[in-house]
DNA sequence: GCATACGGAGTACCA
DNA sequence: ACTGGTACTCCGTATGCG
């Protein structure tokens, strides 16, 4: 029979002789299934020397490893763009090819075995163009369900299955959860700390609260948020931080009761697997963190700071900070303030989830990379496996991550910035620069031609400074890649424009793009990776070298249109806005470097210091812009950065510091006065490595020594807030941890001189109002109040 | 013995 | 655990002065 289905998750079934590949899906009438595939044939590729003969590989291959391989065949394939003999070995035994690849390496003639370091699941999507998060049609015959997997039906797959094209995802169940440990010992343990209450909201609009009992016993609990989502049995699973503590520290307590935390769809338990996700069998779990990177805006990533960015949930309802649950829990008049927090945090949870999941599961589609690990994996992943799916496509063979030295390169050129206010400033961006640099001199892992060689029938583009040599035919692999990537884009974005942005189709297209885009502009990065499968140093160097040749030269054409550059960085230029020169310009680039340029941000006024990357301009509908400086950094006290920002609104807008000069003073006597929050003092900074592994006493080091010391687990990736206290000696002797300071400890004097006086400095010095000067200003005036100045 | 200068460590930004 | 270019603070020691 016939079976349409849509993709959810993959995962293989080992036994001690079987090799399956189970299938999770969703048919078209909304069935829970499990297709069962058992033809799935492993197989990795031989590469022959030069001169090697086949035959005599195999033959030699069949004399010594007969029970391991299954199949051998001699094929013809690419690698790095070079024709090569390969022999395809199918192993008997999908689990062990990289053992048998391992010993083949060892033949005679045999230059590298490729391909067996792919796992199965990969594979077998990849090859047979399985796309998880996609439909497919697939011939099946229904079977018992010997294995008691929790679905509407087993089938094993007859043939294997066949994508069809339909963007629409099923309606699917999901559930977001949010946990509460409790601990008085610092960050809960697993081994001493119950989980006391856990939240949750489904996709059926059902909300539910399991709490410990009485004595903090949280065995019921664990038992009953078990069989919860065994009775709900949703398709996805969403939370936040699950990967790194949630589900591990679940199945510790479980276990710790003699429980089994077995809600999956084949009664075993959650494991972390690839990319450090974890895994729940025919369920997607999906940890919300893992998005996080996406927006940079959010400085300090706890749920609700992500949450509240995105518009989901209670905007400023309360937060219970870690250092305190243990207090609230053990509190009646408390506890219910800790209660609601935790409901509200499953609700951001879910809410996130049903924002971002869609864009997951775009780029799952895009990489093959499955629902509950594409966004898990890093960046260079996902393009390493986007680029295995093209290599399949072109019979080009994989290469192997190797292991070798990193060396860095140049990169892209920044113009210094003319200090000062200027008028009426466009901003020309080179459109995707480095994508389009690619494309356009063809650079490619698989086009690059070794110093050593000659120059190819077709010819060769030859980068600038470097001189790095490229063919200028065939297409190269990057090319490929970028140019589908690129008019994908563009197709969905012109379907987009005839759909309202309402409608879930919409949506899905958006998300799409997205996906694609983000992909695209990784690719230069990859490029330049050492970690890449197609790590080739000089094709990244060649791309910035060209890169910096283009910036320079329209430059140049710009001036000598008469358009004077106040500044430029890598891929754009900060000019004179004349209209009708400007369009000159742009036709002018588009011929000279056969690139496209669009007009960005056209500026009112900007303002430069003398610094590259940081700038702060007026755009047509009086907001303001600011890059680079201490206003949109996250390691500024809040208080240091409304002051930079409304200096910078005042002189943008007024072209005069005067009044720019009285607002500092107003703020800096409410700081002296202590009539600021406490959080607008606080200091955020990232540890970058283990606290005891720092060469000096950094503050915010010393800050989360103080947390250590309360027990407070703090590694490499965590943020610390601190604040400065009065008293004697260094500044990292005298700083606490935010969540153990109050306001009346604070060393006002620290804020007034390095934290709002410096950024309020790096503006006025400009217009001569240097940082002494506004100190000294300070404090002889008798200032207003903040609330008088306004 | 103390103040200041300066290089290095550390972080976060821009493209 | 995608790249390089850049600004900036603070630490900690070297340096200079008295």
Redesign the pocket.
């Known amino acids: 029979m016939k079976l349409v289905f849509w993709l959810l998750d993959i995962n293989p079934k080992v036994d001690e002789d079987t090799f399956e590949l189970w299938l999770w899906g969703i048919d078209s009438e909304g069935n829970r299934v499990l297709l069962v595939e058992r033809n799935f044939a492993a197989y990795f590729y031989v590469v022959l020397h030069g001169g090697a003969n086949p035959d005599v590989v195999i033959q030699e291959i069949m004399e010594s490893y007969a029970v391991e391989v299954a199949k051998t065949e001699v094929v013809s394939r690419r690698f790095f763009g070079k024709p090569v003999t390969a022999i395809k070995v199918t192993c008997k035994n999908p689990t062990k090819t990289a053992q048998v690849a391992k010993e083949l390496r060892k033949l005679n003639g045999v230059s590298d075995c490729l391909e067996d370091d792919i796992r199965a699941a990969m594979r077998y999507l990849i090859d047979n163009g399985v796309v998880p998060c996609g439909w497919h049609e697939a011939e099946v015959a229904e079977e018992p369900n010997t294995q008691k997997v929790r679905v509407y039906g087993v089938f094993s797959l007859l043939s294997s299955p066949k994508p069809l094209d339909n963007p629409n995802v099923p309606r699917l169940r999901t559930l977001a959860f949010s946990m509460v440990c409790y601990s008085h010992e610092g960050t809960p343990k697993p081994d001493r700390n119950p989980t006391v209450l856990i939240s949750t909201v489904a996709s059926n609009g059902e909300e539910h609260q399991f709490v410990a009992d009485k004595n903090n016993n949280d065995k019921q609990l664990l038992n009953d948020f078990n069989a919860y989502i065994k009775k709900f049995d949703p398709d996805v699973i969403v939370n936040y931080g699950g990967n790194a503590t949630d589900w591990t520290y679940l199945k510790s307590r479980s276990h710790k009761h003699n429980l089994k935390l077995d809600f999956d769809r084949a009664g075993f338990e959650p494991h972390t697997s690839v990319?450090?996700h974890v895994s729940v069998t025919g369920i997607v779990n999906v940890d919300v963190a893992d998005f996080s990177d996406m927006f940079?805006e959010v400085?300090v990533k706890t749920l609700a700071n992500f949450a509240e960015h995105l518009g989901v949930g209670a905007a400023g309802s309360g937060v219970v900070e870690d250092v305190l649950v243990a207090e609230y829990w053990d509190n009646p008049k408390k506890r219910p303030e800790l209660e609601r927090f935790s409901l509200e945090s499953a609700r951001r949870v879910y809410g996130v989830g049903e924002l971002l999941v869609d864009f997951a599961m775009q780029m799952a589609g895009l990489t093959s990379l499955p629902l509950d690990h594409v966004m898990t994996a890093?960046?260079?992943?996902r393009?390493d496996w986007y680029l295995v799916k093209l290599a399949q496509k072109i019979g080009e063979l994989v290469p192997r991550r190797l292991e070798q030295q990193?060396i860095?390169?140049?990169?892209?050129?920044?113009l210094s910035p003319k200090p000062g206010l200027h008028d009426n400033i466009a901003v020309l961006?080179f459109k995707s620069m480095y994508p389009n640099i690619m494309i356009t001199y063809n650079i490619s892992p698989d086009t690059y031609i070794e110093p050593d060689q000659p120059d190819p029938e077709g010819g060769s583009y030859k980068a600038p400074e470097v001189g790095y040599r490229f063919r200028k035919t065939p297409p190269g692999f990057y090319k490929e890649a970028l140019t589908y990537l690129i008019n994908i884009r563009g197709e969905l974005r012109q379907k987009m424009l005839a759909l309202n942005p309402k409608t879930v189709e919409y949506r899905i297209l958006d998300a799409r793009q997205k996906a694609v885009k983000i992909l695209t502009?990784?690719i230069?990065?990859?490029a330049?990776?050492?970690?890449?499968r197609w790590y080739i140093k000089p094709v990244?160097e060649a791309a910035?070298a060209w890169g910096r040749h283009i910036i320079l030269t329209a430059s140049q054409l710009a001036q000598q249109a008469g358009l004077g550059v106040v500044y430029g960085?890598?891929?754009?230029l900060f000019i004179n806005y004349d209209k009708a020169k400007v369009d000159q310009l742009q036709k002018d680039i588009k011929v000279e470097l056969k690139l496209d340029v669009e007009i960005g941000e056209v500026y009112k006024r900007i303002f430069f210091?003398?610094?590259?990357?940081?700038y702060a301009g007026l755009r047509q509908d009086g907001t303001l812009d600011v890059?680079?400086l201490e206003v949109?950094?996250?390691?500024w006290a809040e208080v240091a950065k409304q002051v930079q920002e409304h200096v910078l609104e005042i002189i943008l807008k007024e072209q005069t510091h005067k009044n720019a000069v009285s607002y500092v003073h107003s703020v800096v006597s409410d700081l002296r006065h202590r009539k600021l929050p406490l959080d607008s003092l606080i200091i955020?900074?990232?540890?970058?490595?283990p606290p005891e592994q720092?060469?000096?006493?950094?503050?915010?080091?010393e800050a989360a020594k103080l947390l250590l010391e309360k027990g407070w687990r703090l590694g490499s990736g965590d943020?610390v807030g601190y604040v400065v206290v009065a008293g004697k000696g260094?500044?990292?002797r005298r700083v606490k941890p935010h969540v153990f300071a109050k306001l009346d400890e604070i060393d006002v004097d620290y804020y007034v001189t390095?934290q709002v006086l410096?950024a309020a400095a790096?503006i006025l010095e400009f217009f001569n109002v240097t940082q002494k000067d506004l100190e000294k200003t300070t404090k002889e005036e008798k200032t207003k109040s903040l609330s008088e100045y306004f």
Not at 378 to 381: I, R
Not at 408 to 414: A, I, K, P, R
Not at 684 to 689: E, N, P, V
């Open positions: 990319y450090g940079p400085k890093a960046t260079g992943f393009v990193y860095s390169y140049t990169g892209g050129l920044v961006d502009n990784a230069y990065g990859y330049g990776w050492v970690g890449a990244a910035s960085d890598t891929d754009s210091t003398e610094a590259k990357k940081r890059v680079g949109i950094r996250g390691d955020w900074k990232t540890l970058t490595k720092y060469a000096v006493r950094a503050p915010h080091v943020k260094a500044l990292n390095n410096p790096r």
